[in-house]
């Protein structure tokens, strides 16, 4: 059965370094979404692909955070500089197209401690 | 922003037992959606329910959706230890657009 591959699965940094997250989602799925999920807390939306267009980055904090789907397959989504408040996991997830009714497939994510 | 809210925060039952969680929500919607995350992991869609429909069943998953009441609820039967989890909601955002996670109710079942 296809999955969502991320990595690194853990990241261990220290406040002020650079740190990079990568996602491939299932194949053939056009859109692909990196979620941001505290401790305790639900998954919040960081960033929608569709394709390789940003179609929604609202609670994206632009000053530090920047993610790209360059040929719209992977996905890579950076963090400079890492803050303490930073730390959390970060989920990818992709589904077929767009739209509320569309099932998303998640990764295994990503547990970011930022030091 | 949190479209739904969870209730209970958490749930503590016997193998099986049922397990009920409920979903609120403040704005109109077209989809929810019920997601479960095992600790540490990725989250897994259980069951999605149209603004259209009342009731909709998967297996051992009852979900029931009440658009006056703006509410869904997840019904879990004859629940195994294999259910600890977090529950999660997922509403619409404005436009319909964007999927909005509660903060979900955390399920332990006890063997």
């Known amino acids: 059965e296809a999955e969502v591959a991320q990595s690194p699965r853990y990241k261990i940094t220290e406040k002020s370094q650079a740190v990079a997250f990568w996602c491939d989602p299932i194949s053939g799925h056009a859109t692909l979404y990196w979620y941001r999920q505290i401790l305790g807390q639900g998954p919040e939306l960081l960033v929608q692909f569709q394709d390789e267009s940003v179609v929604d980055d609202s609670q994206l904090p632009k000053d530090r955070f920047s993610a790209e789907r360059l040929k719209g397959v992977d996905s890579t989504l950076k963090i400079q500089p890492a803050e303490l408040g930073d730390s959390a996991m970060y989920l990818c997830?992709?589904?077929?197209?767009?739209?509320?009714?569309?099932?998303?497939?998640f990764g295994p994510g990503t547990r970011l401690t930022v030091t | 922003s949190q479209q739904g809210e969870e209730d209970p925060q958490a749930l503590s039952i016997q193998e099986g037992e049922n397990a009920t969680m409920n979903c609120s929500y403040k704005?109109?919607?077209?989809?929810l959606q019920w997601y479960r995350q095992n600790s540490g992991r990725g989250l897994v869609h259980l069951i999605l329910i149209r603004s259209n429909e009342r009731e909709k069943h998967s297996g051992r998953l009852r979900v029931t959706l009440d658009t006056s009441k703006k509410s869904s609820s997840l019904l879990i039967t004859a629940s195994r230890a294999a259910d600890t989890a977090s529950y999660f909601c997922?509403?619409?955002?404005?436009?319909?657009?964007?999927?909005?996670f509660g903060a979900g109710t955390r399920l332990f079942v006890k063997a």
């Open positions: 997922a509403t619409d955002g404005t436009g319909g657009f964007k999927t909005i």
């Open positions: 704005t109109s919607i077209n989809n």
């Open positions: 997830a992709s589904s077929r197209g767009q739209g509320t009714r569309r099932e998303q497939y």
